[in-house]
């Protein structure tokens, strides 16, 4: 099987500037042993205009069936295949996972961005051609582009015949690739890397626990945001559910916290600040404050769970008070809790003080063990930043899942804006809010939510409580087990 990598350059900056990236220098060919064979790396073509370096795997057939797996060995049922399909088959020939791991092995320091002899390199972008001349694609050439195109190249994936002499036999799963753009050489391997066993569909080696680990390291920085991510994770640790799904759930995590530390960046200045781009947003962020402690000391609640506790603005409000003898910030953004820990000053407490408050990275669409057992939860202007559709995963997660005595919910009132003078007509506060609701929607909602999982629900204004529009902030206060909230017509909510 066969890879190239080409790039053009100029006497100012040399296309053999590859050879330093790579770690293999243009004027040598060089052979590395693996498992299933030998790894060739050399260079058809090498001078300051353009360079190509390609990587050739000779694949021992024998060497891969001792080794216990490949297309020959056992089939996906288990049971065994015919002993001559162990040693005739595409394996030699066609890029996949064994050409992924011979890419790792022998261009490690490149798949990791390292170049000890000119690191000014690692962050250039060349103009690269990569070419792969035989890859098996389940999927077909249609699913090639879906996976490469959103990733920055021009992709020629052109189905191979099964037989040039038959062409009414049609064409076979293998394409012939070739990727063009203005690339990271990096950022090129780990696509590679990933994206050949994905297409081939079929890895030559049992998916371990830690090929999760591995994925989402090679798939940092693109395939959180990679339409097609469920597919290639899938894939990529060969179907198997538990691995997928612990997967997805820590790529959630890294999609959210991309999200939201464009939200911690606004505010990481900020002596205290709310997220929201009210008029006055600290005055109401104070306001919102005071109710939600007024609420958990009338709840008596004793150990509290801030979910999407951000940089710690209520956290720390609750330090103030004694009464309050645990506190778990909880927030998906780890630059938030780094943020929320400086401003807490957590190396600088007292040990008495410590014991008190945790930060702990999570995500609230996602049951987790960690959150069972507190007396409140507090869900302060978080809902309104998730998608309408995740709205039920987040309910569960913390009404059915989690269940502290009493949950305190905060939104905005989206009758109010038209009070903000700064505000657009018919924009949100928040470029992020995926909605805001009206009174009687958000009442609508906790009201069923209150229902499907046994608490009461009564609701409170926060902020001046305009006679025409209601206040700027609602707030729902759910009791588990307390008499269920009398449904209120949208006419009295409004």
């Given amino acids: 099987m066969f890879l190239t990598i080409s790039t053009t350059g100029t006497h100012e900056r040399p296309a053999t500037d590859l050879g330093f990236l790579l770690h293999k220098h243009p004027d040598k060919a060089q052979a590395f042993s693996t498992s299933y064979g030998t790894a060739h790396v050399l260079y058809p073509e090498a001078s300051p205009e353009r360079c190509t370096a390609a990587l050739l795997l000779e694949v021992d057939p024998v060497a891969l ?8 060995g056992k089939g996906r049922g288990g049971a065994p295949d015919q002993a001559l399909a162990q040693y005739v088959n595409d394996r030699p020939y066609a890029a996949s996972s064994l050409l992924a791991v011979a890419l790792g092995n022998v261009f490690s320091s490149a798949l990791k961005g390292q170049c000890q ?20 694609a389940r999927g077909g050439a249609e699913l090639v582009r879906k996976l490469f195109e959103p990733l920055g190249w021009a992709v020629t994936a052109e189905p191979i015949t099964l037989d040039e002499r038959f062409p009414e036999w049609g064409a076979s799963r293998y394409v012939h690739l070739v990727l063009e753009g203005e690339q990271r050489l990096s950022d090129a391997l780990r696509h590679l890397y990933v994206l050949l066993p994905v297409l081939d569909d079929a890895k030559h080696y049992w998916v371990s626990p830690d090929e999760v680990d591995k994925l989402l390291r090679v798939g940092e920085g693109w395939l959180p945001g990679h339409p097609e991510h469920k597919l290639i994770t899938s894939r990529y640790l060969a179907r198997r559910w538990s691995l997928t799904r612990e997967a997805m759930e820590r790529i959630e995590l890294a999609r959210l916290a991309a999200a939201d530390d464009s939200d911690v960046e606004e505010i990481d200045n900020a002596v205290d600040e709310d997220t929201d781009t009210e008029e006055r947003p600290v005055a109401l962020a104070v306001q919102r404050r005071a109710a939600i402690v007024e609420a958990l000391r009338g709840a008596g609640a004793s150990r509290v769970l801030d979910l999407g506790c951000g940089q710690g603005q209520l956290v720390r409000e609750l330090l103030k008070d004694p009464r309050f003898t645990q506190i778990v910030g909880v927030d998906v953004s780890m630059r938030a809790l780094s943020l929320a820990a400086r401003r807490l000053r957590i190396e600088r407490m007292g040990e008495r003080q410590a ?27 978080v809902i309104e930043h998730l998608d309408l559709e995740r709205l039920p995963a ?6 059915g899942a989690a269940r502290p005595v009493t ?31 009206t009174r009687a929607e958000f009442r609508t909602w906790a009201l069923a939510v209150a229902e499907r999982h046994g608490y009461g629900v009564e609701f409170l204004p926060v ?32």
Avoid: C, I
């Fill in 463 to 494: 902020g001046p409580d305009d006679p025409e529009v209601g206040p700027p902030t609602q707030m729902a206060v759910f009791a588990l087990n307390a008499a269920p909230a009398t449904p209120v017509s949208e006419e009295k909510a409004a």
């Fill in 117 to 136: 002899a000119r690191p000014e390199l690692v962050g250039q972008t060349l103009p690269l051609r990569v070419e792969v001349p035989a890859l098996p």
């Fill in 407 to 437: 949950v305190l919910v905060t939104t905005p009132n989206v009758e109010y804006n038209v009070r903000w003078e700064t505000l657009p007509a018919g924009h949100v506060r928040h470029g992020d809010h995926r909605f805001e609701w």
């Fill in 355 to 381: 014991e008190r408050v945790r930060l702990l990275q999570g995500s609230l669409t996602y049951t987790d063990k960690r959150l069972k057992g507190y007396d409140a939860a507090v869900l302060s202007e």
């Fill in 65 to 72: 069936v001792r080794r216990g797996k490949g297309k020959g």
């Fill in 394 to 399: 987040l309910e569960y997660a913390v009404f």
